[in-house]
Nanobody, 115 residues
Framework: QVQLVESGGGLVQPGGSLRLSCTTSRSIFSIYVMGWYRQAPGKQREMVATITTGGGTNYVDSVKGRFTIFRDSANNTVCLQMNSLKPEDTAVYYC?????????WGQGTQVTVSS
């Protein structure tokens, strides 16, 4: 059974920072594209950032220059460093592992940006 264990969500003021982490097994981490998605109330889930096994990254335009996705290979963990947070970043954030037709999801972690 594939598990993606997320941590790091919470409440932060506008302009603040948070780091999300997602830990999985070595067998998944080493061959799957890892990513973070988010879903705000009343909206569709959207891709936030992805990272390939080779370190190639992709970001949604709205977070470019503010968010950074990276792999911690020693701990089979993918992280999303979120800086300069805005109220519109408020959502449930989901970790994802994808390879061909296979897709696995974490349970989600709430990020709320509010003063």
């Amino acid at each position: 059974q594939v598990q993606l264990v997320e941590s790091g969500g919470g409440l932060v003021q506008p302009g603040g920072s948070l780091r999300l982490s997602c830990t999985t097994s070595r067998s998944i981490f080493s061959i799957y594209v890892m990513g973070w998605y988010r879903q705000a109330p009343g909206k569709q889930r959207e891709m936030v950032a992805t990272i390939t096994t080779g370190g190639g990254t992709n970001y949604v335009d709205s977070v470019k220059g503010r968010f950074t996705i990276f792999r911690d290979s020693a701990n089979n963990t993918v992280c999303l460093q979120m800086n300069s947070l805005k109220p519109e970043d408020t959502a449930v954030y989901y970790c994802n592992a994808a390879r061909w037709s296979q897709n696995y999801w974490g349970q989600g972690t709430q990020v709320t940006v509010s003063s």
